[in-house]
């Protein structure tokens, strides 16, 4: 049984396409027994990234002691580079905002993308990931279509398979969901193929 960190970035809620498409890859999970843990962006507090946790940041990356309450700061988001870490599949279900991802989810990449726990640096080496033993899924919906020449304007599945890259999680699986916003039909026949796709992926896992 694998541990599924599934993180949900949309605030659309019953209409999302991104929503509806990983609830079904986390009922096939689920059926096959194993764990999901939720996160829904837009219902958890995050902390702001601001006073004795950026402070801690720099300390950690100055090899410097952190004062008490920077440190309380740090075990904060160490808890939720944990969280992450211990899940086997991450799943994340984002729109597509402004070419890019919804800024909550840009917040909780700013607050798990940390040195030391989520990645290291060797003077020789340079960067490396830290977290090894995760594979991620990122179920991607938006309202126009980013292949052929559209596909460099597409600052969300290539900026979030980077930044999972940069802290270890270098399997990651697509899922897009395009042109929802050409018409009811058209939106529904992109969702309909997306859930064959995390179905085969469910069947495989
Ligand atoms: C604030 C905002 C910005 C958006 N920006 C884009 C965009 O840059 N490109 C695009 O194709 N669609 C864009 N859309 C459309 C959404 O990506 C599309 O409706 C998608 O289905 C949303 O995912 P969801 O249904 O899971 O919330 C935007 C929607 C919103 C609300």
Redesign the pocket.
Known sequence: MAKVFYVEA???KA?????EVARVLLDALAAKGHEIDTLDLWAAPLPEFDGALLEAKYAVMSAQNPTPDQQAAWDGVAAMVERLKSAQLLVV???????SI?YKLKHWIDLVTQPGLSFGVDPAKGYYGLITGTRAVGIY????D?SGDAAAYDQQTRYLASVLAFMGITDHTAVT?DR??SGPDVDRAARDAAKAQVLDFAAAL
């Open positions: 949309s605030p659309r209409r999302s396409a991104s929503i279900a984002t729109p597509m905002w402004n070419f919804p919906a938006r309202g126009g980013y969901i929802g916003l």
